[in-house]
């Protein structure tokens, strides 16, 4: 097809060298059991994709990873997989990065590389349309890697709900002592002020989503009831706050980082996604 012809000529691909069989190999909608052949993927459409894997296809019990790529025409993104973490990274060497891009360019790869479904490729933009490279990029955990996060899910596993509790009573007492002055600008959380060393070891052990604070304190200083019960009944003047505090007024933000936050939760399995995209609207 014209399509076809068009992303052969300028289509992205990612190639993926050592992947084990069995593994799971995702891009965007679509996911599949990793065969022997197996070395990625072309005819990936230019712009934001999502990349993930994990050791088994199995969906239970089993760790994934995932990775943000804003994709230019013609590029080829490069990977090796680990047996060690179970994920895929960069080669070492950018001299043997250039020459399998190189070679995929030249179509030496091309039999083991499989077509990108083109069918959904629609669907998979509409669904990433404010989701703009400068967003990933300050969203994303500083190693990139979006590892899966489950923790939150079992009641029962030792001090995770009671970790959770006192975790969510701390924010709302925080929250809670935060007062707005007469412009109605709200004080920035402390965790936000924290120094640049504890947020990238923060990042390095868990893969910290930097996703906007939302706003939570309702009841600037001197509100009259009036006042107060109107900012619960709408919410305008916090959302327009939100905007040009973390996206410089820029509305379609917010809907980027709502779509940033769903692919993270359903394609990521990473449940602080969940947690912005459900709070994702005061």
């Known amino acids: 097809t014209a399509e076809v012809e068009r992303l052969t000529e300028h289509g992205c691909a990612v190639l993926c060298l050592g992947c084990p069989e069995g593994i799971l190999f995702g891009i965007d909608y679509s996911a599949w059991t990793v065969g022997p052949r197996f070395m990625g993927i072309k005819l990936i459409p230019p712009g934001l994709h999502y990349v ?14 995932g990775f943000f790529l804003h994709m230019k025409p013609k590029e080829v993104a490069s990977f090796r997989w680990d047996p060690t973490t179970e994920e895929l990274v960069r080669p070492d ?6 020459r399998y891009a ?4 030249g179509f030496d790869f091309d039999s083991q590389l499989g077509p990108y479904p083109l069918d959904l490729a629609a669907q998979w933009t509409e669904l990433t349309r404010h989701a703009s490279a400068g967003l990933v990029a300050r969203i994303e955990p500083v190693e990139k890697a979006i590892r899966s996060k489950r923790a939150e899910y079992d ?44 947020r990238v070891e923060s990042n390095l052990g868990a893969g910290t989503l930097f ?4 706003p939570r304190s309702r009841r600037p ?6 006042e107060t019960t109107q900012m619960h009944l709408d919410r305008t003047a916090q959302l327009d706050q939100l905007i040009a505090r973390e996206h410089s007024g820029n509305e379609m933000g917010v809907l980027g980082e709502l779509q940033i936050s769903y692919i993270a939760f359903i394609l990521g399995q990473n449940y602080d ?10």
């Open 52 to 65: 993930y894997t994990s050791g088994s296809p199995e969906d239970i019990g089993v760790s994934r990873t």
């Open 93 to 98: 060497n950018p001299d043997e990065e250039a």
């Open 102 to 105: 190189d070679g995929v360019r």
């Open 155 to 198: 009641a029962a596993a030792p001090g995770a709900a009671g970790a959770s509790k006192e975790a969510a009573e701390e924010a709302q007492e925080s929250m809670e002592v935060m007062e707005c002055d007469s412009e109605g600008a709200r004080q920035e959380p402390q965790a936000r002020q924290g120094d640049e060393e504890t």
């Open 211 to 214: 996703f906007s604070q939302m």
């Open 221 to 226: 200083r001197g509100a009259t009831p009036g």
């Open 273 to 282: 996604g969940f947690e912005q995209w459900r709070g994702g609207g005061p």
